[in-house]
């Protein structure tokens, strides 16, 4: 059996180097979504801020104005009733007619412009009652807002220095990874993984590409079961590997599989005993066939 050959052995060797590799890849891939998502997560937080902020600067600024014009009445309406005041006693003090027509003149025409004053400074409060009712509403979203943008800042920059840090350890990892995997094979790895999504590296259960989901030839599929040569998908280019010489160098993975294997296939088995069918002998004859091709293995069927 090809299991026993020197090549199987370098060839598992390789897959071992590959997946050592990948796993660096795995972190490197985690880190560098941080380093590039954090700062646009928070550009966002700070975008929602910033426009909360102008929202508010602009009530604010209103808010300046109508008090500004409210101290410009105020002060109006002082000025006029002193000048009102003013007046009357001219009134009493006056010697002629004609004077006292000329001051109940000018004093009719204070009492004129104090109407209209007044309107303007109902309509100046009633403005200045709706904008700090504006600004109450929006000033709890703005501290909150505020409060977020100052924490997560904070976080992000020791985060992003963390994750800095992580990258500079890991591409130490890295070199050591790559440096025994034949070149040819090491630049097939770097080939996909700068132009592909993540992984580089897959292992197949089925004759099917579990990146891509696309059959994989069955001449393409009885090499991959050979386990000689590392071979690509034909259609997404991953590299891809028998599941079992996938998990060649990792006896958990292993043993997991098989305790999951044996879950389902006592479960098939509880299954079938609770409903027995009337065909029940044509099946169990059927079951024992494919029970005795699954022992024969893939391998086998392969050659
Ligand atoms: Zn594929």
């Given at each position: 059996?090809?299991?026993?050959?020197?090549?199987?052995?370098?060839?598992?060797?390789?897959?071992?180097?590959?997946?050592?590799?990948?796993?660096?890849?795995?972190?490197?891939?985690?880190?560098?979504?941080?380093?590039?998502?954090?700062?646009?997560?928070?550009?966002?937080?700070?975008?929602?801020?910033?426009?909360?902020?102008?929202?508010?600067?602009?009530?604010?600024?209103?808010?300046?104005?109508?008090?500004?014009?409210?101290?410009?009445?105020?002060?109006?309406?002082?000025?006029?009733?002193?000048?009102?005041?003013?007046?009357?006693?001219?009134?009493?003090?006056?010697?002629?007619?004609?004077?006292?027509?000329?001051?109940?003149?000018?004093?009719?025409?204070?009492?004129?412009?104090?109407?209209?004053?007044?309107?303007?400074?109902?309509?100046?409060?009633d403005e200045?009652?709706?904008?700090?009712?504006?600004?109450?509403?929006?000033?709890?979203?703005?501290?909150?807002?505020?409060?977020?943008?100052?924490?997560?800042?904070?976080?992000?920059?020791?985060?992003?220095?963390?994750?800095?840090?992580?990258?500079?350890?890991?591409?130490?990892?890295?070199?050591?990874?790559s440096k025994d995997?034949?070149?040819?094979?090491?630049?097939?790895?770097?080939?996909?993984?700068?132009?592909?999504?993540?992984?580089?590296?897959?292992?197949?259960?089925?004759?099917?590409?579990?990146?891509?989901?696309?059959?994989?030839?069955?001449?393409?599929?009885?090499?991959?079961?050979?386990?000689?040569?590392?071979?690509?998908?034909?259609?997404?280019?991953?590299?891809?590997?028998?599941?079992?010489?996938?998990?060649?160098?990792?006896?958990?993975?292993?043993?997991?599989?098989?305790?999951?294997?044996?879950?389902?296939?006592?479960?098939?088995?509880?299954?079938?005993?609770?409903?027995?069918?009337?065909?029940?002998?044509?099946?169990?004859?059927?079951?024992?066939?494919?029970?005795?091709?699954?022992?024969?293995?893939?391998?086998?069927?392969?050659?």
């Open positions: 059996m090809s299991q026993t050959t020197d090549n199987h052995e370098y060839y598992l060797s390789q897959i071992h180097q590959l997946k050592q590799l990948q796993k660096v890849d795995d972190q490197i891939y985690e880190v560098k979504k941080v380093l590039e998502f954090a700062p646009s997560e928070f550009k966002e937080l700070q975008d929602n801020f910033t426009k909360v902020e102008m929202q508010r600067n602009h009530i604010n600024d209103k808010i300046s104005h109508l008090r500004d014009q409210e101290s410009r009445i105020n002060r109006e309406m002082e000025e006029e009733k002193a000048r009102l005041k003013k007046s009357k006693n001219k009134l009493m003090a006056t010697g002629s007619e004609k004077e006292f027509h000329a001051v109940s003149r000018e004093i009719d025409n204070i009492e004129k412009l104090s109407q209209p004053r007044e309107d303007e400074r109902i309509a100046v409060l200045l009652k709706t904008q700090l009712e504006q600004l109450s509403g929006i000033e709890e979203q703005y501290i909150d807002l505020k409060t977020q943008v100052e924490a997560r800042k904070a976080t992000m920059e020791s985060q992003i220095k963390e994750a800095e840090a992580k990258l500079a350890e890991l591409s130490v990892q890295r070199e050591a990874c995997i034949p070149l040819p094979i090491f630049q097939r790895y770097e080939f996909i993984r700068v132009r592909l999504e993540h992984p580089v590296i897959v292992p197949l259960a089925e004759g099917i590409c579990p990146s891509c989901h696309i059959a994989v030839p069955p001449q393409t599929f009885n090499e991959l079961l050979r386990g000689e040569h590392i071979l690509s998908c034909p259609n997404c280019q991953r590299l891809i590997v028998w599941r079992d010489d996938y998990l060649a160098d990792d006896p958990e993975a292993q043993k997991a599989l098989a305790e999951e294997q044996e879950r389902l296939r006592a479960a098939e088995a509880a299954e079938a005993e609770r409903e027995p069918e009337p065909e029940e002998e044509f099946e169990a004859e059927e079951e024992a066939e494919e029970e005795a091709e699954a022992e024969d293995g893939p391998r086998l069927g392969a050659e």
